[in-house]
Nanobody
Framework: EVQLQASGGGLVQPGGSLRLSCAASGFIMDYYALGWFRQAPGKEREGVSCIDTSDGRTYYKASVDGRFTISSDHAKNTVSLQMINLKPDDTGRYYC???????????????????????WGRGTKVTVSS
């Protein structure tokens, strides 16, 4: 059974930093792309970042590129999201899921997606507020 446990969220002031961690079990990370998604109150869920753990390629939503860094630790079967210079718009519940991918439209806009249909777990709440 695939299980994903996200942690590390909290309340932080604008400009602050947080590091989210996701412990994966039930599958070997080496063979999957893992991603972070978030959902703000009253808004649709959106992809934030995706890492192809087989070769380390990373992808980011435009609004977080340069501020967020995704990484994976194969020995620990974890994926992390380092977030700096946080903004109020980064507020939301963050989830990690496997099977992420990217879609790039004709304008060059990158969207992070997932085909994962299992449980997303409880996620971890991030609140950016002064």
């Amino acid at each position: 059974e695939v299980q994903l446990q996200a942690s590390g969220g909290g309340l932080v002031q604008p400009g602050g930093s947080l590091r989210l961690s996701c412990a994966a079990s039930g599958f070997i990370m080496d063979y999957y792309a893992l991603g972070w998604f978030r959902q703000a109150p009253g808004k649709e869920r959106e992809g934030v970042s995706c890492i192809d753990t087989s070769d380390g390629r990373t992808y980011y939503k435009a609004s977080v590129d340069g501020r967020f860094t995704i990484s994976s630790d194969h020995a620990k079967n974890t994926v992390s999201l380092q977030m700096i210079n946080l903004k109020p718009d980064d507020t939301g519940r963050y989830y990690c899921v496997p099977h992420c991918g990217v879609v790039i439209d004709r304008s060059g806009k990158l969207t992070i997606t997932t085909t994962y249909s299992g449980s997303w777990g409880r996620g971890t709440k991030v609140t950016v507020s002064s």
